[in-house]
């Protein structure tokens, strides 16, 4: 889920400042999926994307390219409006992230 060679140059240029990075992407990132789900169930697509679309800055900051990408699909549904589409998808992205969530901890 991560790129660990990205990841280790990151780690390397951060030195101290690693690993309040990774908490901040963490503790950020726990909040932005209740965030999805309020704005989906009032109906507020843009919010929605506003909200995956920082998601998908931070994975790419963090090396979890495969997130952003994942966040990129769920934007692109919430660009179109597609409230039928979306809470599956952020199901799916939730899920993804928990799983690179886990793996960063394990660095911290």
């Known amino acids: 889920m991560l790129d660990r060679d990205s990841l280790d140059v990151l780690k ?10 990774i908490e901040l992407f ?12 309020r704005s989906l ?10 909200t995956v679309h920082s998601l998908k800055g931070a ?21 179109d ?4 589409s979306l809470p599956e998808a952020i ?3 939730e899920a993804s992230y928990r799983a690179v969530r886990e793996e960063l901890l394990t660095l911290i």
């Not at 390397?12 to 990075?21: A, Y």
């Not at 990132?29 to 789900?37: G, H, I, K, V």
Request: overall charge negative; aromatic content about 4%; proline content about 3%.
């Open 12 to 21: 390397e240029i951060m030195e101290e400042e690693f690993v309040p990075l």
């Open 91 to 93: 199901d799916a992205l």
């Open 41 to 50: 169930a009032e109906g507020d697509s843009e919010a929605v994307r506003h």
């Open 26 to 37: 963490v503790r950020d990132s726990d909040l932005r999926f209740p965030a999805m789900r």
């Open 59 to 79: 994975s790419s900051n963090i090396c979890a390219t495969q997130l952003a990408g994942e966040a990129r699909a769920v934007e692109l549904l919430a660009i």
């Open 81 to 84: 409006a597609d409230l039928e």
